[in-house]
């Protein structure tokens, strides 16, 4: 199993203990089927497999595990066009208007009548632990979605204090000074692509490619 992302926290040493019992905390909350009326459902599946039983994957101290969700597919125009026909039908039948408590009534009745009808979508995300360093590092690079996994390996431990990688210096002022100075780290150079924004709020945005770049006092990348 290849990562492609790396969002990465960190945890200590009495965090790391807490993990002895992981395999057992992770079956507790095992991915369940969405039910008939439900949106969508979460927790964790085996790394080899939904249907395999064991839920860790261990060589030495490092511990692959997956959390995923289920997900209930039912665009918004199929509920509003079940919708339209509904009120259509009243105001046909009945000559009247629907107010707005009524209108949220029929809502609610037309996704109880689709849920149990809707595709559902799986959904997986791959962490790892390192519990002699103290790493977690989850396959994305959406923070939302990494959060998302942290979240739910807490509620399986009931506790589990780990905080996202921050960096001494940003990255983006980082880049910037490379740009702007023309002196970069050892084993980098300019390339020929670059993208220069203005700090102010909605500034402009410049990007350029196949160019040599030169050193400019008022670039931010």
């Given amino acids: 199993m290849w990562f492609r992302n790396l969002t990465l926290f960190r945890f200590s040493k009495s965090s790391a203990k807490s993990l002895k019992t992981l395999e ?29 039983e064991t839920m860790l994957h261990e060589v030495g101290h ?17 509920v509003n066009e079940e ?24 809502k609610d ?6 849920l ?21 590092a989850i396959d994305t690079a959406s923070r939302k979605a990494a959060e ?7 509620e399986a431990l009931g506790s589990f204090p780990a905080a996202p990688l921050a960096a001494e ?14 002196k970069l780290p050892a084993g980098l ?10 700090s102010a709020e909605a500034g402009a945005i410049v990007r350029c490619r196949r160019r040599t770049l030169k050193p400019t006092r008022s670039a931010s990348i």
């Fill in 24 to 52: 057992a905390k992770l079956d507790d909350h095992r991915l369940r089927p969405c039910g008939p009326i439900e949106l969508a459902t979460q927790g964790f599946i085996s790394p080899y497999g939904r249907d395999e």
């Fill in 62 to 78: 490092f511990r692959l595990l997956t959390s995923a969700r289920e997900d209930k597919l039912l665009p918004s125009s199929v």
């Fill in 83 to 106: 919708l339209r026909a509904r009120l259509q039908k009243i105001a046909e039948k009945e000559g009247r208007p629907v107010r707005s408590k009524e209108r949220k009534r029929l």
């Fill in 109 to 114: 009745e037309v996704l109880t009548d689709l």
């Fill in 116 to 136: 149990p009808r809707a595709f559902v979508r799986l959904s997986k995300l791959s962490a790892y632990l390192d519990t002699e360093n103290g790493w977690m």
């Fill in 148 to 154: 998302g996994s942290v979240s739910l390996l807490r």
């Fill in 169 to 182: 210096e940003s990255p983006k002022a980082l880049m910037t000074d490379w740009l702007a100075r023309g």
């Fill in 189 to 198: 150079a300019l390339g020929d692509e670059c993208e220069l924004r203005d």
